[in-house]
């Protein structure tokens, strides 16, 4: 039975990881804290609904038309609403993105509603026997979706010119100018990168949580995942995802039910707390 929560704890925390990583992709580039990463999820999910119920289209080449659709708005995003503040102090940006998440929520409720819609899930609904646990595929699936999607992306930044100019960037944004990388463009780039992790993301939760414009909430477990992990950290959001999703599921085993909502709160006091860099968080300091 343990060993069957805590696997489905890895399939929940590997969606936190996933929101957790579009936040530290944006603020290790931008140093910008975007409130706004569940709702871009969610808005993805919606999208990918419209294609798949509304227009007809297969539920593979839905999912592809969304991830097609998110970099369009990752663009658009940025363009329109990041760059124009982009020498803003931080907090500015932060209501900006705010307001972002307000204004995504309140067009989804206009367009489609504030029902609860049943998702589609792209893995068969079977289970496998694994231990002496039933493990159901869509598990199995989502999990090995986010460790596809962390693999891109380590390849990325790791062997591409544009994946090294945007970890430059990260380091210094006055050296990487220096040295003629393109600022602006590594913004824009983090930007459409971090919806199509949004997209990924609300595509695996939709079928788990039901499709409502009230999913993007799920950024909440997303920042106590990347704070658990290390603020700004790629590989510790994705430690700390799955940390949270395993404490998530084995909390209402040994208490009560209703303590599984204060779970990320009470993960972000203590760590702010015990330990405020978190488990992979690097201390900076500053000469002055």
Known sequence: MLFQVIFSGLATGSIYALVALGLALIYNTTEHVNFAQGEMSMICAFIGFTFFK?????????????????????????RLVIHPAMRAPHFNVFII???????????????????????????PDKTISLFGATIDLPSIGIIICTIVVMLILFLFFKFTRYGVAMRAVSESQSAALLMGINVKRSFSLTWIISYLVAAVAGLLMAPIVFLSSRMGIVVINGFAAAILGGWGSIPGAIIGGMLLGILDNIAPLYLPAQVKD?????????????????IMGIEKFTKV
């Open 54 to 78: 509304l227009l007809g289209v297969s539920l593979l080449w839905a999912f592809i038309f969304t991830l097609a659709s998110s970099i369009f708005l990752g663009i658009i995003t940025e």
């Open 97 to 123: 993105t705010l307001g972002l998440s307000i204004v995504m929520k309140s067009i989804a409720g206009f367009v489609w509603g504030h029902d609860d819609y049943p998702y589609p899930t792209i893995f």
């Open 262 to 278: 204060m779970i990320p709160f009470m993960v972000i006091f203590a760590v702010l707390v015990v330990r405020p860099k978190g």
